[in-house]
């Protein structure tokens, strides 16, 4: 393992870990504020160590702030990874299964799906539904899905083209059973590293909303909504947006390149060239 994905592993470790304990790790209630203290710049900018991030507009401790809103977007972009592969790959394996009618329905909605600006759709179902944390997860789930459909699609069909698929299917065995048991199994590592892939995407994603306002709400916090908070206090406190862009920017950096190195060990189609 190079040097350069140990450090990216070790970063992502250490997210975790942050992210995982925050309740602990907190030196302060991230909603605690304190306007006799606001804007208090962090200790490497001349600031002091109780509050050694800093402070924002109303006097919340950055650092605290920081680790919560880790937790958060951390755990919103897992979920909605997830329920993305979850109903990609589902839809993958109908498709090849039923082809036909089915396969054209699938595939016709996987193409509406990248050709619409996903944000466009958030704004809309946003606007009828209203927002709120159950409906953000729902749309940041099925950001993507149609990369999973696609690639489980052209995986399942290569497969029921192996030996072992037919002899399978001349035993009788069932055919959701040959897809769990057998077939499944075979492609899931194509699909686990792809699931890294989109994993980076998606955080940016809810980085992206909550900075424009229609993702993570006040009381609660994220990434992106620290971001977004911070953009009117660039020149005074500039530290507001700089340290979770940093930190938005190192982690995806990190997963990208623990994703890239994960398909150069798993994708045996990556192998071969």
Not at 62 to 70: D, E, M, N, P
Not at 93 to 98: E, K, L, N
Not at 130 to 150: D, H, K
Request: glycine share 8%; no cysteine; aromatic share 10%.
């Amino acid at each position: 393992m190079a040097p350069f994905i140990r450090v990216a592993a070790g970063f992502l470790i250490l997210m975790a870990v942050l992210a995982v304990g925050a309740d602990l790790l907190a030196p302060f209630d991230p909603l605690r504020t304190n306007l006799l203290a606001r804007l208090q710049p962090p200790v490497f900018a001349g600031g002091s160590w109780v509050n050694w991030l800093g402070t924002d507009e109303l006097g919340r401790d950055t650092f605290s702030r920081l680790l919560h809103a880790l937790r958060t977007s951390l755990l919103i972009a897992a979920i909605g990874t997830l329920i993305g592969a979850i109903i990609g790959t589902t839809l993958g394996f109908v498709a090849a299964h039923y082809r036909g009618l089915t396969e054209h329905v699938i595939m016709a909605a996987v193409d509406f799906q990248a050709a619409v600006p996903f944000i466009i759709l958030v704004m809309f179902v946003l606007a009828v539904l209203g927002n709120s944390m159950v409906v953000f997860l729902v749309l940041i789930g099925f950001a993507g899905w149609e990369v999973y459909t696609r690639l489980a699609r052209g995986l399942v069909l290569s497969a029921r083209q192996r030996n072992y698929v037919m002899a399978l299917e001349g035993l009788e065995m069932s055919w959701p059973r040959i897809y769990a048991k057998h077939v499944l199994p075979n492609i899931a590592s194509a699909i686990i590293v792809q699931l890294t892939l989109n994993f980076p995407a998606t955080i940016l994603l809810e980085t992206g909303l909550s900075f424009l306002g229609l993702g993570v709400q006040p009381p609660n916090t994220s990434l992106g909504l620290m971001l977004g908070e911070g953009r009117n206090y660039l020149l005074q406190a500039w530290w507001l947006s700089v340290i979770p862009g940093m930190t938005i920017f190192v982690t995806t950096l990190s997963m990208s390149v623990l994703g890239d190195w994960l398909r150069d060990r798993l994708d045996p189609l990556s192998q071969a060239r």
